[in-house]
């Protein structure tokens, strides 16, 4: 039996996603008070922690996460803000100072207009599209400007 490698420092670890290039794994932990993603160095057994702040506001319920293709943007789902973020990766697989809102709920302009709790995430294999569960019961498809 392996014992669990984070120690109990995770509050409620919701998606993970790997960069197995980099031994880089990437958890979103959404529990009431810690908000933000660990990127956990997996055979060194060490992780560091980050908040993602765009338009002055921090994460809130991060729900889910996923790495883009290129591996330079890891794509987050702030659940408690009703919006998708990114933020950009240095070349180590670390996040850098660089965050962009993505999509909100209320944002008629691109088409969220209903995005509710966003979820989950992935991206498309053929389409490269990222697709985004949330809490009304949907999926939708964004079409993501690089």
Known sequence: MRHPLSRGEMGLPQQIDVDRRKDLAYVADGAPGRNRVHVWRMAAERMRSFNVVVAGRG???PRGLVLDRARKWLYISDSGNRRVVRVKLDRGGYPTARAQLVTRGGDTRD??????????LAFGPRDGRLYVSDFNQRVYAYTINR
Do not use: H
């Not at 088409?111 to 989950?120: E, I, V, Y």
């Open 59 to 61: 994460l809130n319920r």
């Open 111 to 120: 088409g969220f207009a209903r995005l509710g709790q966003p979820r989950a």
